[in-house]
């Protein structure tokens, strides 16, 4: 695994890569919260190894290793852009797209705007669902609400987020340690988060914008490849994510639909068979 900057229009993403510069190039973009490029820590080079493919990895504006930008850049059209200088830096015409969370999201958008630069696009539990509007009307309560939640947002120690990260996912590696660890840093004698509310409350901010049924719409018409890999779990969320894969197969009508029985965080709780799922629809023609 190697680690670059690359100018990407008027800022710089810090991307990661794995594989040969030969394989079928496959971008992935993170989940929003305290995570990075490094997500795919485990899942990406079984895509390198078992399916030959060439995985690069940015840290979105204000994660990670990558610079923040102003909060109107948040927006889901600017980040659109901003995907589209990344792969001009990187000179891939054509890219498979596979996002994480928000990652899906920003990669629905950008498929249906761009979809001559996508072969393929695969939504890890992202891209379908509904955001909750329960935090406030404007950018400037939402982020006055995250900016009152200070416990998030830093911790006494690096066993303390530990901790705290393993929560959220049903099994847990040195790897993930590593990719939850990836998105803080020391400062002050405290572990603090990279992005911090105000780039978490932009990120949500932009995605409230952009309904996901106008963006799954420009998809459907596009007509790129696309794979929904759907978490199953926790149960008592079932319902909401069945209506919502529901209106996902009617807006999206060349997509497919794969449920698979995890968290939110797919690559997380099943690394191995969430990686052969996306290699396999990715090489079966």
């Known amino acids: 695994m190697e680690t670059r900057l690359v100018e990407a229009g008027d800022t710089e993403l810090a991307v990661r890569e794995w594989g040969d510069a030969r394989g079928r190039p496959l971008l992935f973009w993170h989940a929003l919260g305290d995570h990075t490029s490094l997500q795919p820590i485990e899942a990406a080079p079984i895509l390198v190894r078992d399916h030959g493919f060439r995985v690069l990895a940015p840290d979105a504006p204000g994660f990670g290793g990558s610079p923040r930008l102003p909060a ?9 852009e901003l995907a589209r200088s990344l792969l001009d830096a990187l000179g891939l015409e054509r890219v498979v797209w596979v996002g994480s969370s928000w990652g899906g999201t920003v990669g629905v ?3 249906g705007t761009h979809p001559d630069r996508v072969e393929a696009l695969v939504l ?6 509904d955001s909750s509007r329960d935090l406030g009307s404007s950018l400037e309560e939402v982020r006055e609400h995250w900016h009152s939640q200070s416990e998030l947002w830093s911790y006494d120690s690096w066993e303390a987020l530990d901790d705290d990260a393993r929560r959220y996912f049903r099994r847990w590696s040195p790897e993930l340690a590593a ?6 840093r020391e400062e002050n004698g ?41 978490a199953t779990l926790p149960p008592e969320e079932e319902e909401r994510r069945r209506l919502a894969r529901e209106r996902f197969a009617e807006l999206v009508p060349q997509g497919e639909i794969r449920l698979i029985e995890t968290m939110h965080f797919v690559l997380e709780d099943a690394p191995e068979e969430a990686a052969h799922a ?3 629809w990715l090489t079966r023609d």
């Open 72 to 80: 109107e850049r948040y927006e889901l059209a600017a980040l659109v």
């Open 109 to 111: 958008h950008f498929a």
């Open 124 to 129: 890890l539990d992202g891209g379908y669902t």
């Open 179 to 184: 990719s939850c660890r990836s998105a803080y």
């Open 190 to 230: 405290r572990i603090v988060s990279i992005m911090g509310p105000d780039v978490y409350a932009a990120a949500i901010w932009g995605t409230w914008l952009a309904p996901p049924a106008e963006a799954l719409t420009r998809l459907g018409a596009a007509g790129v490849p696309t794979l929904l890999l759907a």
């Open 278 to 280: 996306i290699g396999e």
